[in-house]
Nanobody, 118 residues
Framework: QVQLVESGGGLVQPGGSLRLSCAAS????????MGWYRRAPGKQRELVAA???????NYADSVKGRFTISRDNAKNTVALQMNSLKPEDTAVYYC????????????WGQGTQVTVSS
């Protein structure tokens, strides 16, 4: 019954912004670290941003200063605000939930397409 559902992807021009959202159900959300990953055509999946149970964040070097991850435990959601988008940000973006205490509890959403093009 665990579900992670992403929304907010789409087509945007270089320099534009998008906000992705991930709604989680079937887990005790506050006990999970959350993250956003992406996979571009012909490339490996990479971690974009992560946020811990306590709210600490980390980012891939390529998105530092442009992307912001946040979580709302009351709503069981995690968001990724993406500003100053570049064509190289084009990818399918995936929401991930990891329980730090139990490695088997590792869940993924279906992904949402982000395309940055003029």
């Amino acid at each position: 019954q665990v579900q992670l559902v992403e929304s907010g992807g789409g087509l945007v021009q270089p320099g534009g912004s998008l906000r992705l959202s991930c709604a989680a159900s079937g887990i005790i959300f506050s006990t999970y670290a959350m993250g956003w990953y992406r996979r571009a055509p012909g490339k490996q999946r990479e971690l974009v941003a992560a946020i811990t149970i306590g709210g600490s964040t980390n980012y891939a070097d390529s998105v530092k200063g442009r992307f912001t991850i946040s979580r709302d435990n009351a709503k069981n959601t995690v968001a990724l605000q993406m500003n100053s988008l570049k064509p190289e940000d084009t990818a399918v973006y995936y929401c991930n939930a990891k329980n730090p205490a139990y490695r088997r509890y590792d869940y993924w959403g279906q992904g949402t397409q982000v395309t940055v093009s003029s």
